[in-house]
């Protein structure tokens, strides 16, 4: 079993910076993603990271938030960050980690078994 909780949302303004992390107790996981959902919409990919190796990792970045955003990993913690920069206020919404045992990296929401229980990311215009 995997716990998965996320912390850092809050309200910012357009243009600003904020980072949400997930630490992650229980199994090791391999792929770890970012989601995100607006009220009224789907639950959308935004960023995911991936070990492949001892060394070697993979990530993964939904074209909107590409050059904005950047995931990274802290592998003594077990917590993986997601640094958003030049918010814009199309990116809020609850934003959800999410990880599976396996390697693959998808941009799937069904692809992850399991799910932290979100965090608000507010940015105003």
Known sequence: QVHLVESGGGLVQAGG????????????VNAVAWFRQAPGKEREFVAGHTLLGRATTYA????????RFTISRDNAKNTVHLQMNSLKPEDTGVY?????????????PQAYDYWG???QVTVSS
């Open 17 to 28: 910076s904020l980072r949400v992390s997930c630490a992650a107790s229980g199994l090791p």
């Open 60 to 67: 993964d970045y939904a074209n909107s938030v590409k050059g």
């Open 96 to 108: 959800y980690c999410a990880a599976s045992l396996q390697r693959a990296l998808s941009r799937s």
């Open 117 to 119: 229980q979100g965090t």
